[in-house]
């Protein structure tokens, strides 16, 4: 079976009738692929045209022609392309369809990296490249189109009912298998053929939409075809729907109330009192107690309804991570996230519920609020400043997003499905005014709101929440739409930690480093597992045994070695796990004092004695800085590193036979080795980073890591604060290229 990080090979099968000019730019846009394991599968569907002649001119053996003596049409002439072909993924491609030059290897990649996938969409365009560019879309829209990413059921709805459906044309990748299984094109259609071959993929298969423009469908077909295709389309879409009829998702159910409280324990009673009151009685209420130092516990005590549940951070981690948990922790369908010092009305479980049942498809139902002072008697049209919108009304998705956008709309505690807040991600912890703007833009992207049009919930303005929220709110809105950076295949990624133990012995820091660091990714939805190996005096030997128990393990993703004398920041682990690179490192003093350098570390340095700094800006306004050589004390490796590795080097082995009793024979890769290599001796991270770089592999620093490396003494401190103290712009390129990084309170969207 191939692993991820392999290059197995893509099928592209093209049905063509005629049409040889378009033919040819199509052909031109595979061959110039920069992923060159792929086969281009042709069905000549009875042109009258010399397309094989076009096909000969590209002289390329990965092209295979086929040819039919009548016209057949697009689903048969395609279903015999989908017969022949032999890859791991198939892609369909048309005529009147170019490839963007990276569309294979993106793809691919993903695959390769997210088993559990079984096809994955790039976005199509209509038009001209002009018109549509291709790569990578602008952060919002790549925003945007992770949140196209949604359930199978809505999968469905927006199929069937033909709304605006973001996969299609030469945007598909598909396991080969998966597409066996479903056995191609429905033959008996012509027009709705691909939209119905989707509606089977989402009622058992999982897909995914990639944030790239991946090709261009040109619109080349004629006005009367076109006109006769009207006539078929009604016929032909009825027959879909008959076929994949729709099964709403269930529009009642267990409800939870989650109440986050911190220091608001003397408005807590009347919250809960107002969750315990409802005509339709909730079924779980979820108090979490975020650190409070005022007398929470006494207030707790007077709770003594069974439906009731406490829980408790032992420091204050935010309102955010709080909802975060008890959405991972309700037992409910539905959850109704509301503060510690508000309340709800009586009704307001049976009307949104309702509301549910109405509108099966939307995905959060929300009230009218009306204000109160800290009494919650008197009314007061003394609110937050940007809540101009109060007396929210339903309105289309589109609108809803451009007002959220400027966060000018405010409405009170709604009520989510549950299973719909755990697949957008649930609250974003970075922003701590507006994550909730944030949420409903996710949400949005999937189905619509309804909202109540009476006040329903009840807003306590006052102090705590009130000027100071302001400002920040102010500082946020413009990183709206940065806020959804996790990349939304990270459930799909399992992290190996891999560390190697001198007799067992591990510094207390790392202990607690560690500990951390796996409770923040298990609360992030990243897979990982834990692996320590010890009696081996040879470091190179250790980590070459740990990497290949890392490839025996079909769902590891990454490799990440951490020594037992490291401790770090756990949110810069996260980070480094996070980006897209296959070799990122964090820079540390190895038993050196930071202050005694005076060249930077693990940089190129050229014969002049001038560094050579290169430098790629991330999204999040960090830098990474290209390295010479990374040391292995605390460094991510990616899966298609190792497979490239033993690829290139065939003959880089050994045996150990006592660590393998059922196969003696078995053959180890050293990736890792302390040798001579050109009359230089090179330790095992200089010979690894040496044969890396000999194969075109690059390394990265992410400087921003707070690590400390532990001895008899601890040698700490933060790789970017060190290079901008000690090697400003005129010694150096490097501030030049850390313009901008480490922004005070800029942090990666996690």
């Not at 078929?232 to 729907?241: I, P, S």
């Not at 200089?686 to 992410?702: E, N, Q, S, T, V």
Request: proline share 5%; net charge negative.
């Amino acid at each position: 079976m191939e692993q991820p990080g392999s290059t197995p090979l893509v099928s592209i099968c093209s049905q063509i009738h005629n049409q040889t000019d378009w033919a040819k730019e199509m052909i031109a846009s595979v061959v110039a692929q920069t992923y060159g394991n792929w086969e281009l599968l042709i069905v000549d569907d009875g042109s009258t045209q010399d397309l094989k002649a076009v096909i000969e001119s590209f002289n390329d053996k990965r092209i295979t022609y086929f040819r039919f003596d009548e016209k057949r049409g697009i689903p048969k002439g395609t279903n015999h392309a989908l017969r022949q072909a032999k890859g791991k993924y198939v892609c369909l491609m048309a005529a009147d369809e170019v490839y963007w030059i990276d569309k294979l290897k993106v793809q691919v990649d993903f695959m390769e990296l997210n088993p559990a996938v079984d096809a994955c969409w790039g976005l199509p365009g209509s038009g001209s490249v002009a018109s549509f560019p291709l790569g990578p879309r602008p952060d919002w829209e790549r925003y945007t189109m992770r949140a196209h990413n949604r359930s199978n059921a809505q999968w469905l709805k927006t199929l069937i009912n033909l709304e605006n459906v973001p996969i299609g044309g030469c945007g598909l990748m598909m396991k080969k298998s998966v597409m066996d299984e479903l056995g191609g094109l429905d033959e008996s259609l012509t027009l709705f053929s691909d939209h119905e071959l989707y509606c089977r993929f989402f009622e058992k298969y999982t897909g995914v939409v990639l944030p790239y423009r991946v090709g261009i469908d040109k619109p080349v077909t004629e006005d009367s075809v076109r006109a006769q295709n009207q006539g078929n389309a009604q016929k032909e879409l009825d027959y879909v729907r008959a076929v994949h009829p729709l099964i709403a998702p269930p529009a009642d159910g267990k409800v939870t109330v989650c109440i986050p409280c911190h220091n608001h324990a003397k408005f807590l009673p009347e919250a809960v009192a107002s969750a315990l009151a409802q005509t339709r009685p909730v079924d779980e209420i979820l108090i979490l107690n975020d650190c409070s130092t005022d007398d929470f516990k006494t207030v707790a005590q007077q709770f003594t309804d069974p439906r009731i549940k406490l829980l408790a951070f032992d420091e204050n981690r935010g309102v955010q991570e709080a909802m975060n948990q008890m959405a991972l922790r309700a037992e409910g369908d539905f959850i109704v996230f509301l503060s510690a010092d508000d309340t709800i009305d009586k009704t307001y479980v049976e009307k949104a519920l309702s509301e549910f049942k109405a509108h099966p498809w939307t995905e959060m139902v929300a009230s009218q609020t009306d204000f109160f002072n800290e009494d919650m008697k008197t009314p007061t049209e003394k609110a937050h400043p940007f809540w101009t919108i109060k007396q929210a009304v339903n309105k289309p998705r589109e609108q809803w997003i451009a007002e959220l956008e400027q966060g000018n709309h405010y409405f009170g505690a709604g009520m989510y499905r549950t299973k719909s807040v755990l697949e957008v991600g649930c609250w974003e912890k970075e922003y701590k005014v507006i994550s909730d703007y944030q949420m409903y833009l996710k949400l949005l992207q999937r189905e619509n709101f309804r909202i109540i049009h009476e006040p329903l919930t009840h807003t306590r303005v006052h102090g705590a929440n009130n000027s100071l929220l302001d400002k920040k709110r102010a500082a946020e809105l413009p990183w709206l739409y940065h806020a959804a950076k996790k990349p939304f295949y990270r459930q799909r990624m399992r992290v190996v930690i891999a560390t190697p133990f001198y007799e067992l012995k591990a510094f207390s820091p790392y202990v607690t480093s560690l500990a951390q660091t796996c409770r923040l990714m298990t609360e992030l939805g990243i897979g990982w597992r834990y692996m320590e190996l010890s009696g081996d005096s040879y470091v190179h030997r250790a980590r070459n045994t740990m990497v290949d128990s890392f490839l025996r393990d079909p769902d590891a993703t990454h490799l990440f070695f951490v020594d037992s004398d490291m401790s770090w920041d756990p949110e810069a682990f996260v980070r480094m796990v996070l980006l897209p690179d296959d070799v990122v490192g964090a820079s540390y003093p190895v038993k050196n004092n930071w202050e005694a350098w005076t060249s930077i570390p693990h940089l190129d340095v050229e014969e002049n004695g001038t560094t050579n700094i290169q430098g790629r800006p991330l999204e999040d306004g960090s830098v990474l800085i290209k390295a010479a050589v990374l040391a292995g004390g605390f460094v991510r490796i990616t899966r298609r590193v190792f497979e490239t590795f033993k690829e290139k080097y065939p003959d880089l082995w050994y045996q150990e036979p006592s660590t393998d009793k059922e196969n003696p024979e078995y053959k180890f890769t050293a990736f890792y080795g302390a040798e001579s290599i050109d009359h230089k001796f090179f330790g095992e991270d200089h010979c690894f980073a040496k044969r890396l770089r000999d194969i075109g592999i690059p390394m990265w620093i992410y400087p921003n890591v707070n690590i400390v490396h532990w001895g008899y003494q601890p040698f700490g401190g933060n790789y970017d604060a060190w290079l901008k103290k000690n090697f400003s712009e005129d010694k150096s390129k490097v501030a030049k290229h850390l313009e901008g990084f480490n922004k005070e309170g800029q942090r990666l969207a996690m």
